[in-house]
């Protein structure tokens, strides 16, 4: 998948949009709180793909968290 920053949406291999639906608040078993970004596919119906990029009765869904996002591309580790 490729993400477009401009738009905050991935883009799957069918060229399908993956949108920005919602933010939940998730809770580690150490007590560490985060946000999360979900993101779902317009539509995988007929996609060629869905067998291989989900398991999913529906939609393609996605679930990111910025932070964590961040910390991996930062350099300095």
Known sequence: MIYDQAADEYIC???KRIKYVSQINRNSK???Q????VYECES???C??????TKA???RK???SP????????KGF
Request: glycine residues 10%.
């Open 67 to 74: 932070v964590f996002v961040e910390k991996r591309n930062h």
């Open 30 to 32: 150490s007590g560490y």
């Open 57 to 59: 009765q529906g939609n």
């Open 48 to 53: 060629e793909y869905k067998a291989l990029c």
């Open 44 to 46: 995988c119906e007929g």
């Open 13 to 15: 291999h069918n060229n």
């Open 62 to 64: 996605v679930q990111v």
């Open 34 to 37: 985060s946000k999360v970004k």
